[in-house]
Structure formats: structure tokens, C-alpha cells
């Protein structure tokens, strides 16, 4: 039986090589998906909480989470669509298009 400590071990662990992917990689994808491991660990840790307290608020509140992140994830890949298209490169070093 998996206890909150395992569940909170798992978010940090989880949290924490997003938070590595994103500091250390350049490419435009990985920082997607890095972003979208921290939020799914902060999901877990809600989870958990709620599961704990016995507090269904906590797994409607990771719902709303889930459509936000949904609509987050579409309009950033259209919007690295558009970069791609321009610029032929992921590289986040290379997207100076943004800029005055």
C-alpha cells in the first residue's frame, strides 16, 4: 500500500527532472514536455492530498488542471508550428523572430 510519503517522493522526483529537462534543454519540444512533467507532479501531489483528506475538491480542481494544460499545449505547438515554419529549427536559441 502506497502511502502519502511515497506519493509525495514521486511528485518531487517527478517535479524535479522536469525542472531539470527545462533548465538544461534547448529544443523547443523537450521544454513542452518538461513543462508538462512539472504539472502532472503537482497533479499527483493533489491527487494524493485529496485521496488523503478525503476531499473530492482536490481531483476536480486536477480536472480543470487537465483542460488548462489541454488548451496550453495546443497553443503553444501552433505557435511552434508557426516558428518551425519560419525559422526550419526547434532550437530555442535560434528563435529571434519574436524580438523588435
Known amino acids: 500500500m502506497a ?11 517527478l517535479f524535479g ?6 533548465c538544461t534543454r534547448r529544443n523547443a519540444l523537450i521544454l513542452f514536455m518538461s513543462i508538462e512533467l512539472m504539472l502532472n507532479a503537482a ?3 493533489l491527487v494524493a492530498f ?4 478525503a ?7 486536477v480536472l480543470f ?3 488548462v494544460a489541454a488548451a496550453e499545449v495546443a497553443v503553444g505547438l ?13 532550437d ?8 523588435w
Request: aromatic share 10%.
Open 78 to 90: 501552433a505557435i511552434l508550428i508557426g516558428l518551425f515554419r519560419h525559422v526550419r529549427e526547434v
Open 3 to 13: 502511502t502519502l510519503t511515497h506519493y509525495i517522493v514521486l511528485s518531487s522526483i
Open 17 to 22: 527532472l522536469g525542472a531539470i529537462g527545462f
Open 65 to 67: 488542471i487537465f483542460a
Open 50 to 53: 485529496s485521496n488523503f483528506m
Open 92 to 99: 530555442i536559441t535560434k528563435f529571434n523572430v519574436l524580438k
Open 55 to 61: 476531499d473530492m475538491a482536490g481531483q476536480v480542481m
Open 43 to 45: 497533479n499527483l501531489l
